[in-house]
């Protein structure tokens, strides 16, 4: 099947532009994860969705970031006001079932921001 | 604190070698779950393997195999007579057993084969 898409791949925005990023998920998937990868970085952990419920969102770095998933599907991040920092690759997991510890999260392409 | 430490940066070898990756982990928890993923220039992360504290077994697939090892901390990547197409990022990660169900990663090691 499908796996996780996201859109943009690419975005460019000017500094003080606000920016929307999607998410589908792997159909069925109940969890949805949001992750930020920093060039040269690992994948650092912005915020979890368990159906539409987002149940942790303390990775989120200002309260410029804004994440929802209002039918438990699909999931926008929103940023407003970006800043140069906010330039990174943005990328979606999903995992199937909401016993966390047994599920392994399948991740999207990513989209990559570039803040001028 | 969960921490994932993939000492490596980058690596370069010929095609046909051999090539271990090195992940090493700091967790409190006595459950808990490592993984390695791929990121090949596409971008996306591919899931490779998921490995649970519990389970010591090495695990070998086709030309990939894991070591992992409590004792030290450690679950190591090897791939054996590497291809071209193995180039990319390699993460290695961990996620504890409870309620803590975030991914924390290395920085991940770049791997180049050359033909």
């Known amino acids: 099947g499908a796996g996780v898409s996201q859109s943009p791949r690419y975005k460019v925005a000017k500094r003080g532009q606000d920016v929307a990023l999607r998410c589908d998920p792997i159909?069925?998937?109940?969890?949805l994860f949001w992750y930020q990868q920093a060039l040269g970085q690992g994948p650092e952990f912005l915020t979890y969705?368990?159906?539409?419920?987002?149940?942790?969102k303390s990775g989120l770095p200002s309260d410029r970031f804004f994440a929802e998933r209002p039918e438990g599907s699909v999931s926008t991040l929103k940023i407003q006001r970006t800043q140069q920092e906010d330039s990174a690759v943005y990328l979606c997991?999903?995992?199937?079932?909401?016993?966390?510890?047994?599920?392994?999260?399948?991740f999207g392409p990513g989209t990559r921001l570039t803040v001028l | 604190a969960q921490k994932v430490t993939q000492a490596q940066t980058e690596i370069s070898v010929v095609e046909k070698e051999d090539v271990t990756l090195d992940c090493v982990y700091e967790?409190?928890?006595?459950?808990?779950?490592l993984f390695w993923y791929k990121q090949p220039p596409s971008g996306e992360l591919v899931f490779l393997i998921r490995?649970?504290?519990?389970?010591?077994q090495n695990e070998i697939s086709g030309r990939y195999s894991w070591n992992f090892q409590k004792s030290t901390s450690s679950f190591n990547f090897t791939i054996t007579a590497s291809q071209v197409v193995d180039s990319a990022v390699y993460f290695c990660?961990?996620?504890?057993?409870?309620?803590?169900?975030?991914?924390?990663f290395g920085k991940g090691t770049l791997l180049t084969v050359n033909p």
């Open positions: 997991a999903s995992s199937l079932v909401r016993l966390f510890y047994t599920d392994t999260q399948y």
């Open positions: 159909s069925g998937h109940v969890s």
């Open positions: 969705f368990q159906n539409e419920a987002q149940l942790d």
């Open positions: 967790t409190r928890d006595t459950t808990y779950y």
């Open positions: 490995r649970n504290s519990f389970d010591e």
């Open positions: 990660a961990l996620r504890d057993g409870g309620s803590n169900y975030k991914l924390t």
